[in-house]
C-alpha cells in the first residue's frame, strides 16, 4: 500500500513553461485534493474532487487547471508557469463523507524562475 | 482574513515535559477540528482530531481540547520526546460532508534531549 503518490518531486521551470503534476492514490478513496505551501503559510486549497468525474475550485485556482482521470488519479496543470507559483504542492486524498482524515502525498517541490 | 490561528511560530520544550500548541479560530460554523503533523521533505501526517460536540480527545500522549465558546483548542503532547519535533498544523473543517479543510500557518516544535 503506497497511499498517495506524487510525481515529480522536484521539478524547475522557466516562466511560461507549461506541466503536470501527477497524483494517484491506491486506498479506494473518493475525494481528491490539490494544496500549496509556501514559505510561513499553512496548506491552502487550490483544488479539489469530491468524487470521480466532479472538480470545484478552492482557495486559490487562480493559474491551475485539473483533471479528475479516474478514482486513482487527480492531476494538477500549470499551463503558463509564474515566479508566484513557486511553491510546494501536495496532493491528497479522503475517504467517504463520514472522513474527514485527508491523507497527503509527500509533494513536489516546484520552482519558476 | 485567516479563520484559524496559530499565533506561535514555533516552540521549545525540553525532553519529557509537556508541549502545549495552540490554535483559534473565528468561524463559529467549524464542526471538526484536525491537528496534523509534518516533518520537513514529507507530507503532513494527521494526528488527532475533534467533534465540535466533545471537548476533550485523547489519544496516547496526545489530548486535544476544545473551548467553543473562546473558539480555542489546544494540543497536549505529554511526554514530549525528540521525534515529536516537527510542524504541526491545526486546521478545521466547517460542516459535515464539506471537503474542504482550512489550515493555520502552523507552529514547529522543537523538543530538546
Known amino acids: 500500500n503506497a497511499g498517495v503518490t506524487q510525481t515529480p518531486k522536484f521539478q524547475v521551470l522557466k516562466t511560461g513553461q507549461s506541466m503536470t503534476l501527477q497524483c494517484a492514490q491506491d486506498m479506494n478513496h473518493n475525494s481528491m485534493y490539490w494544496y500549496r505551501q509556501d514559505p510561513g503559510m499553512g496548506l491552502r486549497l487550490i483544488y479539489y474532487s469530491a468524487s470521480e468525474g466532479t472538480t470545484d475550485k478552492g482557495e486559490v485556482p487562480n493559474g491551475y487547471n485539473v483533471s479528475r482521470l479516474n478514482k486513482r488519479e487527480f492531476s494538477l496543470r500549470l499551463e503558463s508557469a509564474a515566479p508566484s507559483q513557486t511553491s510546494v504542492y501536495f496532493c491528497?486524498?479522503?475517504?467517504?463523507?463520514?472522513?474527514?482524515?485527508?491523507?497527503f502525498g509527500p509533494g513536489t517541490r516546484l520552482t519558476v524562475t | 482574513d485567516q479563520q484559524v490561528k496559530q499565533n506561535s511560530p514555533s516552540l521549545s520544550v525540553q525532553e519529557g515535559r509537556i508541549s502545549i500548541l495552540n490554535c483559534d479560530y473565528t468561524n463559529s460554523m467549524f464542526d471538526y477540528f484536525l491537528w496534523y503533523k509534518k516533518y520537513p521533505a514529507e507530507g503532513p501526517t494527521f494526528l488527532i482530531s475533534i467533534s465540535s460536540i466533545k471537548d476533550k480527545n485523547e489519544d496516547g500522549r496526545f489530548t486535544v481540547f476544545l473551548n467553543k465558546s473562546a473558539k480555542h483548542l489546544s494540543l497536549h503532547i505529554v511526554p514530549s520526546q525528540p521525534g515529536d519535533s516537527a510542524v504541526y498544523f491545526c486546521?478545521?473543517?466547517?460542516?459535515?460532508?464539506?471537503?474542504?479543510?482550512?489550515f493555520g500557518k502552523g507552529t514547529k516544535l522543537s523538543v530538546i534531549p
Open positions: 491528497a486524498s479522503s475517504g467517504s463523507l463520514s472522513s474527514y482524515e485527508q491523507y
Open positions: 486546521a478545521a473543517i466547517p460542516w459535515a460532508g464539506s471537503y474542504q479543510l482550512t
